[in-house]
């Protein structure tokens, strides 16, 4: 099967010279080796390196004296990323783009076109990233992973919150791998440094009442944000931010699709409980803790009381009800 053709994915010439820079850190390449090596002019050699350059990319050089770089590009170039991944579904297939609207739209789409599970959408900025309920996520250049990997489950549709926990799981290890900090996951969707997001996830599904055809789960992940909107200043954070060092964007994806991979496979071989345990383990929010719920009808108080088998989070209201979150906002009551 060959890729679906769509436009705006990044030239994969560009990633041919980003895999050849990175190859030769620190060396001078004459633009004409790098033209003859990637099939292009030189000038567009020299064009491509100015794109590099805004990207953040520290080239070096011009095209009569040959381009060096500093130090490998943290750029989610295919090929740069593949050679991080280990053998799994998840990034067999990559569409990388330097700028799209959103990675869930072209995933959804790219579902209804046919692509293969495991099909991996990934992007270096977002000009209109959602969030849950419509909202916006704020996706600066080059500072976050902002990626949708389409699954194609065998479940039915009522288990599809169990796949937004996979994902939560999988990006809460990555980043306590790769900053040593303990995030906290707030159900359904929110990966949490303190009591800031860092990450959020939005799974979407094209489904029948009885039967999915696929999901997309989108992954936003702020990583090297030096600082944040200032109006979500008080509820955002980046690993950066709290950690006081960059880090590799390309490392944190392959870790993170390596704890997909786990994570989505223990799903499937041993059913909802294993992830409902795990979930109940390593977040704050399944048992005893005082939310808020904010829904499209109400805002209500209460105090959490575990998970339902379908993955929904049972809630002891303040006037005494028992009932499940299905829809709405969940944050920490002061």
């Known amino acids: 099967m060959t890729h679906t053709t769509l436009t705006g994915t990044t030239d994969r010439r560009i990633d041919a010279l980003l895999t050849l820079l990175s190859d030769n ?28 350059r805004a990207l953040g990319v520290k080239v070096k ?20 990323l593949r050679r991080r991944l280990y053998p799994s579904p998840f990034g067999k297939r990559i569409y ?6 959103s990675t869930n739209s072209v995933a959804m789409d790219l579902g209804e076109q046919g692509e293969p599970h495991g099909t991996l959408v990934i992007a270096e900025e977002q000009t209109a990233g959602r969030g849950r309920a419509g909202r916006r996520w704020h996706s600066e250049k080059t500072s976050g992973v902002y990626m949708s990997i389409l699954l194609r489950p065998a479940i039915s549709p009522r288990q599809a919150p169990l796949i937004t926990m996979v994902a939560g799981l999988a990006a809460r290890d990555a980043i306590l791998e790769q900053t040593g900090l303990i995030p906290d996951l707030r159900w359904p969707n929110d990966v949490l440094i303190g009591r800031k997001k860092c990450c959020g996830i939005l799974t979407e599904m094209n489904a029948e009442p009885d039967q999915i055809h696929f999901v997309v789960v989108g ?24 950690t006081g060092r960059a880090h590799s964007r390309v490392e944190l ?16 071989n041993e059913g909802a409980d294993a992830i409902l345990s795990r979930f109940s383990e390593v977040s704050s929010y399944v048992t005893g803790k005082r939310v808020r719920v904010s829904t499209m009808t109400e805002i209500y108080t209460g105090t959490t009381d575990g998970l339902e088998p379908d993955g929904l989070l049972r809630i002891r209201r303040d006037d005494g009800r028992m009932l499940p979150v299905t829809s709405g906002t969940l944050t920490e009551a002061d």
């Open 25 to 52: 850190a620190m060396i001078v390449i004459s633009g004409a080796r790098i033209a003859r090596e990637i099939g292009v002019t030189r000038s567009t050699v020299w064009r491509w390196m100015e794109k590099l």
């Open 61 to 80: 050089g011009h095209p009569r004296t040959g381009y060096r770089i500093e130090k490998v590009p943290d750029i989610l170039a295919p090929k740069l």
């Open 96 to 101: 990388h783009f330097f700028k799209i609207d």
């Open 219 to 242: 992954i936003g992940i702020n990583v090297n944000h030096t600082r944040v909107p200032e109006e979500l200043s008080g509820v955002m954070t980046s690993l950066r931010m709290e």
């Open 253 to 268: 994806v392959a870790r993170l699709l390596r704890h997909l991979d786990s994570y989505y496979n223990r799903f499937l």
